[in-house]
């Protein structure tokens, strides 16, 4: 391959992920809510963007399943169901106790570093909300690198993402955040320590605490009093 040529597809897979980062943040935040229409036509006016790199970015979006092409009927941001969520969580519980235990085994002091920078910038009085979504989002990303299986983070990262997306549409309804972020402290100590059955723990009882808030707001239940984040 000539560089001009290679040049030339680096430019286009920049592009691509561009468009990818910025249509999933607006799905991921319900800036475009669920069952909305993608309009690839204004996507490309708005962002400045190709034909290419727009498509390869839903492309990569319908995978993720954060969005359903349909043929001759278009391209539209996918529902948020009960039956979903179940499954979503169920396939999560698993994974993440999988990555929980392989970065007990094969992370480096490193991570963990990176991890406790991160929590630091949580314990502070002015953290917003919007922030504490992102610490608790690299927390998970630091563990699931540290697993150092390229297969079991890109499905976490996956699942993550429409986890993140229900932690959005309960934001409303819940209260703060705070604590539960912080609780990545004590996951930390376990991963540091390598007691893969603490961490694993650890998670399961994330993912089940968040599980039972987004369950009471789908179903109308008595809203909760405090908030746990997609864990």
């Known amino acids: 391959m000539s560089k001009k040529r290679a040049d030339k ?29 993608i309009n690839e036509a204004e996507i490309r006016q708005e962002l400045g963007l190709g034909r290419t790199p727009i498509r390869e970015a839903l492309q990569r979006l319908a995978l993720e399943r954060l969005i359903v092409i349909i043929p001759r009927r278009g391209t539209f941001v996918t529902e948020i169901g009960i039956t979903d969520l179940y499954r979503l969580f169920e396939a999560r519980m698993v994974l993440e106790v999988f990555a929980a235990r392989m970065a007990c085994r094969r992370g480096k002091e490193s991570h963990w570093q990176q991890m406790a920078e991160v929590l630091a910038r949580a314990d502070t009085e002015d953290v917003g909300q919007e922030e504490l979504i992102i610490i608790d989002e690299t927390c998970h990303k630091i ?72 369950q009471q707001v789908m179903l109308g239940s008595p809203r909760p009093t405090a908030a746990h984040p997609p864990k």
């Open 9 to 37: 597809n680096q430019v286009r897979a920049s592009l691509s992920q561009q468009a990818y980062k910025i249509i999933r943040n607006r799905i991921i935040s319900l800036d475009l809510p669920p069952g909305a229409v």
């Open 143 to 214: 563990m699931y690198e540290a697993a150092d299986n390229k297969f079991l983070r890109d499905s976490l990262v996956s699942l993550y993402a429409l986890s993140l997306r229900l932690w959005y549409y309960a934001l409303f309804q819940v209260g703060g955040m705070h604590e539960a972020v912080l609780e990545h402290t004590l996951i930390l100590e376990q991963l540091r320590l390598r007691d893969e059955d603490a961490a694993a723990r650890l998670i399961v009882s994330h993912i089940q605490a968040f599980q039972e808030i987004i």
